[in-house]
């Protein structure tokens, strides 16, 4: 399902948050969780150019009101921390007092101004911050300009998930490399604009923060906010990207002969942690992603394929391997969107279901066999016009209720 395009984008298949010039990373274990890494760190060797997307959720963990804060005070980050195993969030003004420290913390560490620290938080909501465990753990941060380093911070942003998701990727701009790496963590409460998700992204390119907002914002419609788990959306949500400047091209505006590129890049890291945190959904078995074509607009077509892959009943249909097609077409049906009911083509991998709306003689068994695969792509044609969109999903299991009724515990 993971594809590029031909505008010279490179896979660093070991590459990280720090292999753009000027990063480093960290993660250690403060004994909020019981095993794992739950404190971690990135460290730019200098201010950066700063961007972030946060969840429309109308409560909002305290951690992203400092972040807007700091962000919005320059427009740059030097850092951002994040603990996981207690999401700071319906915390009250001890919550705040909490984050605030945080920041401070780092800021003392690393002798640089609070606003150039971002503060980032995934957990349990409600309980209060155990800052006897944070400070202290913030205290021993030593980030690091190795794999190591960067595994070790990806373990500690992790809460359901049952892996690490990182990529990272090469291109050429004004003749000099330009490479962006990312790291994500989320499973669970996906349903965003955006979701438990956390996503940070790292680039040595030279991009002003107005115009890397605009180019975040653009990306994350097409990838962050076109994938769901569950249907809810978490107080915690939250990307941000920092660009260090040091790869030295050119200043990247909308009127850069090579801005597309660099949109290329930022969208395909984001993407591929996408993609990976949809297939991470608790509990889930498969992958699912739905193409839609032939919709009014790309906007409308995007929000149909989201609510095909959103559907508590294809989601289940799918974790069957029954090709029960009609639920497709409720979901199209319940999108909201512009469609005519007549001209409707439908196929689920290569097997042709439905052409104008019409049934297609198919093998049941044929295609119930192909829905039994780890990954499943589904294809709706409209025919109604030139707009195209994609969502990815999971199927809903038996696990994923068994992980959320013990959650806590």
């Not at 250690?28 to 460290?43: A, E, F, M, P």
């Not at 700091?70 to 996981?84: D, F, M, P, R, T």
């Not at 155990?130 to 809460?159: S, V």
């Not at 040595?204 to 605009?214: C, G, K, S, T």
Request: aromatic share 6%; with cysteine.
């Amino acid at each position: 399902m993971q594809t590029t395009s031909n505008q010279q984008l490179i896979k660093v298949e070991e590459g990280s948050i720090v292999s753009p010039l000027g990063f480093s990373a960290t993660g250690l274990h403060t004994k909020v969780k019981r095993k794992r890494n739950d404190l971690g760190l990135i460290y730019c060797d200098v201010p950066a150019e700063a961007a972030a997307v946060y969840t429309l959720n109308q409560i909002i963990a305290a951690p992203l009101t400092v972040t807007k804060e700091s962000i919005g005070y320059e427009g740059k980050l030097q850092a951002v921390v994040i603990n996981s195993g207690n999401a700071n969030a319906c915390t009250g003004k001890q919550g705040f007092l909490d984050a605030m420290a945080m920041r401070d913390a780092v800021a003392n560490i690393f002798s640089i101004n609070n606003h150039y620290v971002a503060v980032a938080s995934t957990g349990v909501i409600g309980e209060k911050m155990p800052m006897e465990k944070i400070i202290p753990g913030i205290d021993n941060l030593d980030p690091q300009k190795t794999i190591q380093g960067a595994e070790n911070f990806n373990e500690a942003i992790l809460t359901t998930d049952t892996c690490s998701k990182t990529t990272c990727y090469e291109t050429v701009i004004d003749g000099v490399k330009i490479t962006m790496g990312g790291s994500a963590k989320g499973s669970g409460m996906i349903a965003p604009n955006m979701a438990t998700m956390l996503g940070f992204i790292t680039t040595d390119a030279n991009i002003p923060h107005v115009h890397l907002q605009a180019a975040l914002k653009e990306v994350t419609n097409k990838t962050f906010n076109r994938i769901t788990v569950d249907g809810d959306t978490s107080t915690n949500d939250m990307v941000i990207v920092m660009a260090s400047g040091l790869a030295n091209n050119s200043s990247l505006t909308p009127e850069h002969p090579e801005w597309d590129k660099f949109l290329h890049i930022l969208n395909q890291v984001c993407q591929d942690l996408a993609i990976m945190i949809a297939r991470d959904g608790e509990g889930a078995t498969k992958l699912i992603e739905v193409n839609v074509v032939g919709a009014l607009n790309d906007d409308e077509a995007g929000k149909i394929a989201k609510t095909v892959v959103g559907s508590d009943l294809v989601k289940t249909m799918i974790y069957g391997a029954d090709p029960n097609w009609g639920r497709l077409m409720m979901a199209v049906g319940r999108s909201g969107m512009t469609i005519n009911p007549l001209t409707i083509d439908i196929k689920i991998g290569p097997h042709q279901l439905l052409m104008n709306s019409e049934p297609v003689n198919y093998e049941e068994a044929v295609l119930s066999n192909y829905l039994t695969h780890s990954e499943v792509d589904i294809h709706i044609n409209l025919n109604i016009g030139t707009g195209i969109g994609k969502a990815w999903g999971c199927d809903l299991t038996y696990d994923y209720v068994r992980i959320n009724a013990s959650y806590r515990t």
